[in-house]
């Protein structure tokens, strides 16, 4: 077969594929790239050893399912509204009332929970009143 076979029989077996998949395959090659030339020589400056770091990230991809996962050089959708108080004004996520209805839940939780989050803060380091809020903040206690 010649060069030029060879290259119109490639170009044409490429094109056959949906443009989705040429982008993910590119955008997969571009994730192990920045995985070697980036994280990798950050890791081995850390001192972790090239067998340890092959083995942490043996098998990591690109989650595909994630809904607003923008792949690099792929049209992005307008992002929907997010609900999350978080991404909002912060005047809305620390007014007045949300802040005091947290607080006293959150005092009737500490007395409820007491031996539990005195036993996390001993084996974790982490104060219990830390964790008290917030396990507040992101469930409402739920």
């Given at each position: 077969m010649t060069l030029r076979a060879?290259?119109?029989?490639l170009t044409l077996a490429l094109s056959a594929l949906p443009a989705g998949a040429q982008d993910r395959s590119a955008a997969e090659r571009q994730f192990r790239g920045w995985l070697e030339q980036v994280i990798w020589p950050r890791a081995q400056a850390s001192r972790v050893s090239r067998s340890t770091f092959d083995a942490a990230f043996a098998g990591v991809a690109l989650n595909?399912?994630?809904?607003?996962?923008?792949?690099?050089?792929?049209?992005?959708?307008?992002?929907?509204?997010?609900?999350?108080a978080e991404f909002g004004a912060p005047g809305k996520y620390f007014n007045r009332g949300s802040?005091?209805?947290a607080t006293s839940v959150g005092r009737q939780m500490a007395q409820r929970h007491a031996k539990t989050l005195?036993?996390?803060?001993?084996?974790?380091g982490v104060p219990g009143r830390i964790i008290l809020a917030i396990w507040g903040r992101e469930s409402g206690y739920g």
């Open positions: 060879l290259l119109t029989a595909w399912d994630l809904p607003d996962l923008v792949v690099p050089g792929a049209q992005a959708q307008t992002p929907r509204r997010q609900r999350q802040v005091d209805g005195a036993a996390v803060e001993r084996s974790t």
